[in-house]
T-cell receptor, first 110, second 110 residues
Framework: SQTIHQWPATLVQPVGSPLSLECTVE??????LYWYRQAAGRGLQLLFY??????ISSEVPQNLSASRPQDRQFILSSKKLLLSDSGFYLC?????????FGQGTRLTVV | GEDVEQSLFLSVREGDSSVINCTYT??????LYWYKQEPGAGLQLLTY?????DMKQDQRLTVLLNKKDKHLSLRIADTQTGDSAIYFC??????????FGKGTMLLVSP
């Protein structure tokens, strides 16, 4: 069965520090992968999506970047975190009609 | 781009039916989804419907799609306190990307 792993579950980082959130998918191949952010007020904002290795599309210009070094691995990064980067980050994958989310990472930038 | 709108809040009594509504703008959307988010957790896929369907029923859940009006609804029969959560409507747009509404908070009172 398909599963999606996202870690860490919670993270507290100081302003200006780097960030790396990782997401891996099991049980499927060549999925479309996504990073969403859910800020206060619960709206979901699409940050990045990827349709294949090395292919990244950015939906919103910001302080973050994404990479897809392997078919089932999607990484969200930042070189220097801002206070406004705080939020709940969700990784997701779709393949055909199926769409599933990871459990999320609560990032607090202090 | 795609715009997805939902009412922000719905309150019902236990045992009643709940109806959560959603409207979208992109008539080319082919898959439409309903997700449930419990506090502090990731999104759980509840159900989805193809755009060539008018209705889909899955146990206590009924999804109705009015493609002409671009209106999607989720009906929960015999609502329970455990159904209290935020419900997100999502539609696919672009290359399998998902656009979400801001979520409807469902509060079920005993």
């Amino acid at each position: 069965s398909q599963t999606i792993h996202q870690w860490p579950a919670t993270l507290v980082q100081p302003v200006g520090s780097p960030l790396s959130l990782e997401c891996t998918v099991e049980g499927t191949s060549n999925p479309n992968l996504y990073w969403y952010r859910q800020a206060a007020g619960r709206g979901l904002q699409l940050l990045f999506y990827s349709v294949g290795i090395g292919q990244i599309s950015s939906e919103v210009p910001q302080n973050l970047s994404a990479s897809r070094p392997q078919d089932r691995q999607f990484i969200l990064s930042s070189k220097k975190l801002l206070l406004s980067d705080s939020g709940f980050y969700l990784c997701a994958w779709t393949q055909g009609t199926e769409a599933f989310f990871g459990q999320g990472t609560r990032l607090t930038v202090v | 781009g795609e715009d997805v709108e939902q009412s922000l809040f719905l309150s019902v009594r236990e045992g009643d039916s709940s109806v959560i509504n959603c409207t979208y703008t992109d008539s080319s959307s082919t898959y439409l989804y309903w997700y449930k988010q419990e506090p502090g957790a990731g999104l759980q896929l509840l159900t989805y419907i193809f755009s060539n369907m008018d209705m889909k029923q899955d146990q206590r859940l009924t999804v109705l799609l009015n493609k002409k009006d671009k209106h999607l609804s989720l009906r929960i029969a015999d609502t329970q306190t455990g159904d209290s959560a935020i419900y997100f409507c999502a539609v696919n747009s672009g290359y399998s990307t998902l656009t979400f509404g801001k979520g409807t908070m469902l509060l079920v009172s005993p």
